[in-house]
């Protein structure tokens, strides 16, 4: 194996040209593809705080009375799904609410009853999945004294409607630009065949195994896979801590940001993924050459 | 003798000494579309032959030695070598079969890019030796050719002769039973043709079977002693020994 290594470096050297080629436009297509994934990574992350982490309001009916709480309570816990439970009664919520509006309780003095139902705040297992929520929240809603259920269902529903595309596009981006780069890994490949014809002609003459004549193309296409991998994040890490900086300090302020670069995990499954580009492009190639 | 008494007696003389030969073909025959390049070619060669191979340009004598090293793969008839039936040769064993022969070709086929040591040693890394006795071996090889000082220098750098005398070198590094010689002496002057026909020569002496194709008659008889097979238009016209 050392001496398909070394074969496969000092070809790499000797075609240093054609290989930066391969490598540069292996590195441009992981970048999008990382790029895409970073900003997927953190908009879930984002998502998901302002979901706050599945919790959901059960608002109850006037007639609703605190004995019946720990029936309620036990009908909730039947459905599974909820982590948390807790009770905020209508006095509880009042004084939160004049809390909450801190200077202007002026307004609550003119009421002769207090308005707000009880409430049980609950936080949901599973909040990932909207469907799922909803589905949650309507089993809930059907309870005897559940007037209804509030989990932000609304604007956020939208939102991820259309994060789900912007997440089908990217897909399809990524997908497109591996396939470029796949493509001109297996035409810098063919090249370097093409280059060292008589040099192949000679070895397959001398007694070479076709084994012996591809191995070091191989060894090359994943060379140059891995690079481009490497390459590849590094310009984004760069340019992550160049933008995300600026990104935090102008936007905090007004909504939750937790920008982090991308995990170990999804960096290592996008140097693996480029390493197989390399090679799969090197096989797609030989494949159709030595036909 | 006329042509078709010297073919019939040619045939005999195959069937009499095809006990021990070392190839052998029978009837073969090689088209390139509507022409005959080998047209049905009956030969036994023995072990330790010097095969010389003469014609005119177009008589078929490289294909002959292409059909052997199964560059290319004859129309009709068979061809033995030591009992192994070309055919028969699957793909994967073709390597195995080409690893006991030994090539030199009129435009030498060095790579350009490996030097005189790596172009040698080839031989021994497809074979999977160590990289201790290939360079042993390939010095000894190189020294023998006078090719020692040039190890490291890369072929385009070197005279015709001499990247002669490393394609002579590459071609015995393996020790191999046969060496396929297709005019080799082809593109060089008086002096470098018998300096390379001299390691041939040498090296047949060591027990090794040459087939060696050329047009420079004049040149050969004056050195080799063996036999020689005359093609003409694909045909095995006359064969003679040269004394």
Not at chain 1, 23 to 45: D, K, P, Q, W, Y
Not at chain 2, 81 to 94: H, V
Not at chain 2, 99 to 109: E, L, W, Y
Not at chain 2, 149 to 159: D, G, I, M, V, Y
Request: aromatic share 10%; charged share 20%; with cysteine.
């Amino acid at each position: 194996m050392t001496r398909y290594i070394k074969k496969a470096l000092a070809d790499i050297r000797s075609n240093r040209f054609l290989n930066l080629i391969t490598i540069v436009t292996i590195s441009l297509s992981i970048l999008v593809v990382s790029l895409f994934l970073l900003f997927f990574e953190n908009a879930s992350r984002v998502i998901e705080g302002w979901n706050q982490g599945g919790r959901a309001m059960i608002y109850l009916e006037s007639a609703f009375s605190e004995e019946m709480l720990p029936d309620l309570e036990a009908r909730i816990k039947s459905l599974g799904e909820v982590e948390e439970m807790r009770f905020i009664s209508k006095s509880q919520a009042l004084e939160r609410l004049k809390n909450e509006m801190a200077g202007n309780t002026g307004f609550f003095e003119t009421l002769k009853e207090n308005p707000l139902p009880h409430a049980l705040e609950i936080r949901m297992k599973t909040h990932g999945d909207l469907q799922q929520m909803t589905a949650f929240a309507k089993k809930i809603a059907d309870l005897e004294m559940v007037e209804s259920v509030e989990y932000g269902q609304g604007w956020l529903a939208r939102f991820l409607k259309i994060f789900s595309l912007f997440r089908i596009t990217g897909y399809a981006m990524c997908g497109l630009f591996l396939l470029i780069a796949l493509f001109i890994t297996a035409n810098t490949v063919r090249l370097a065949f093409y280059s060292r014809r008589l040099e192949i002609e000679i070895m397959r003459l001398v007694g070479a195994t076709e084994g012996f004549i591809k191995t070091p193309f191989y060894v090359e296409g994943l060379f140059q896979g891995f690079l481009g991998g490497i390459l590849g994040l590094l310009i984004l890490l760069g340019a992550f801590f160049a933008v995300s900086s600026g990104i935090s300090q102008n936007l905090s302020a007004y909504v939750y940001l937790d920008i982090r670069f991308l995990s170990v995990k999804a960096m290592g499954i996008l140097i693996l993924a480029s390493t197989f580009l390399g090679w799969f492009g090197c096989y797609l190639s030989l494949k159709q050459i030595l036909k | 003798m006329d042509r078709d008494e010297n073919l019939f007696v040619m045939k005999i003389m195959n069937l009499n000494s095809s006990k021990h030969a070392i190839i052998r073909l029978f009837n073969v025959t090689m088209r390139y579309g509507a022409k005959l390049a080998l047209n049905d070619v009956s030969v036994d060669i023995q072990p330790g032959e010097f095969i010389f191979i003469s014609g005119p340009s177009g008589a078929g004598k490289s294909t002959l030695l292409k059909v052997l090293y199964l560059a290319e793969k004859v129309s009709e008839g068979q061809i033995l070598i030591n009992g192994m039936n070309l055919a028969r040769i699957s793909p994967a064993k073709l390597p195995l079969l080409r690893r006991r022969f030994g090539m030199v070709f009129q435009d030498f086929k060095l790579i350009p890019g490996r030097t005189v040591f790596e172009n040698v040693a080839l031989v021994l890394e497809v074979s999977g030796e160590k990289p201790s006795y290939i360079r042993k071996k390939v010095m000894h090889v190189l020294r023998t050719t006078g090719m020692e000082k040039k190890a490291n220098a890369l072929p385009l750098t070197l005279s015709g002769g001499e990247q002669q005398r490393v394609a002579v070198a590459r071609a015995v590094v393996g020790d191999p039973d046969i060496i396929l010689a297709d005019e080799p002496t082809g593109s060089l002057d008086q002096a470098s043709a018998k300096l390379v026909l001299d390691f041939l020569m040498a090296y047949h002496q060591k027990g090794a079977t040459i087939l060696l194709a050329s047009h420079n008659l004049h040149l050969l008889e004056s050195m080799v002693r063996g036999r020689n097979i005359v093609l003409d238009q694909g045909q095995l016209v006359k064969t003679s020994t040269l004394l």
